[in-house]
């Protein structure tokens, strides 16, 4: 059988048509929506993962990471509603209760500082502690690290202040340099809403000069500050009114104070009082959370120890403790000893250079803005 063969029909071929090419700016728009999402996606799982640790530090599965969490989110100034987002404010106060500080009356007696009394401190190790006027020592703990400056004169220890108030404070080593000062720490309570700091809190008293009078500003304010004397004072001014403070002012010759604020409730978690007439105050628990911290204290010399430790991540430390700040004022002497501003405000500046800044990330090198610091001149 002869195989039929049928013509082919002729296959026609169109020229390719090009793509056109995609304009720059759409390339651009386009790489930058896929960057954006995958940051975002990255933020929400961030942001899932943060939700679930915070709900399982303030859960009962580790009572000790649960006690921390709220009594260290409680001293913080804008981040206190964490401790809620989880809790009841029954249940912050019972964990509060159990990590905080008894309370202590005890009024400074002025008989147990005796000024230029001895040229140098044994420390319990047995080592002598050099004579210079100013002695600058490193201190440590397991969650800390700090500097301490030893200011054996006391007469050289002051408070600098912006007055008359005004909306916006300075970085510290403005108030140092701009009071002839050598070194300074952050003080007592003020507005720190937006690093703004011009405004402080309770009262302030500059070269014996009244320059704030509102004791009833916030509960629990403890007068800190230095008589004509130069003997470090620590008062409980809760229940003053502005008469009954002008009046201690002028009969304990104050020369220099700020104040502070003692608060142990589901809003705050404050402390003033560490040591007073070499009696430690007495803790529950560590009494207190881990966090940057600035204190004072006096030795029975009549030396000034000025302590800034920092916290919150920075050199991978959480901070110091109530017990921490004791435990270092009664190593190195104090008769009495309290606590100032501390956190993000905590700073201090010593020979033209910060030996310890903010934790916060974005001022890292320097101090926040304030209203008042007590500085030492030489």
Not at 84 to 101: A, H, K, W, Y
Not at 131 to 159: A, M, Q, R
Request: glycine share 8%; aromatic share 6%.
């Amino acid at each position: 059988m002869q195989n039929s063969t049928y013509p082919t029909k002729p296959v026609s071929r169109r020229p390719a048509v090009k793509k056109p090419k995609e304009p720059t700016y759409k390339k651009v728009i386009r790489i930058c929506l896929r960057a954006l999402a995958m940051l975002l996606t990255a933020v929400l799982l961030l942001a899932a993962v943060l939700v679930v640790s915070l709900k399982m530090m303030c859960s009962e599965i580790s009572p000790a990471a649960q006690k921390m969490f709220v009594t260290t989110i409680l001293e913080t100034g804008q981040l206190k509603f964490m401790a809620s987002l989880f809790l009841s404010p029954e249940e912050i106060q019972e964990i509060v209760n159990t990590n905080s500080m008894k309370e202590f009356d005890a009024e400074v007696d002025d008989s147990l500082i005796q000024i230029g009394s001895s040229g140098s401190f044994e420390i319990g190790t047995g080592e002598t502690v050099n004579t210079d006027p100013i002695e600058l020592v490193e201190v440590s703990g397991p969650s800390f690290y700090g500097n301490l400056l030893i200011v054996k004169d006391p007469s050289k220890v002051e408070l600098a202040t912006i007055y008359p108030w005004k909306a916006e404070g300075v970085t510290l080593d403005k108030l140092v340099r701009d009071s002839g000062a050598i070194a300074g720490i952050n003080g007592g309570l003020y507005n720190s809403t937006n690093n703004s700091g011009g405004a402080p809190y309770g009262v302030v008293v500059c070269k014996g000069e009244i320059q704030l009078n509102e004791p009833q500003q916030f509960p629990g304010l403890v007068l800190i500050g230095l008589t004509e004397d130069n003997i470090l004072q620590i008062i409980n001014i809760e229940d003053m009114s502005k008469q009954e403070v002008a009046d201690l002012i002028a009969d304990k010759k104050i020369r220099d104070a700020v104040t502070f604020q003692e608060e142990s409730s589901d809003a705050n978690n404050h402390f003033v009082q560490l040591v007073i007439n070499g009696e430690a105050r007495e803790l529950n628990g560590m009494g207190s959370g881990l966090n940057p911290r600035t204190a004072i204290g006096q030795r029975a010399d009549g030396a000034l120890l000025l302590l800034v430790t920092d916290g919150r991540g920075k050199s991978g430390h959480l901070g110091a403790s109530a017990s921490d700040l004791i435990n270092v004022m009664l190593e190195y002497g104090a008769v009495n000893a309290a606590n100032l501003d501390g956190g993000s405000s905590s700073c201090m500046y010593y020979g033209d250079e910060y030996l310890m800044t903010s934790v916060t990330f974005y001022y890292s090198n320097a101090s926040w803005k304030l209203p008042v610091a007590f500085v030492v001149h030489e």
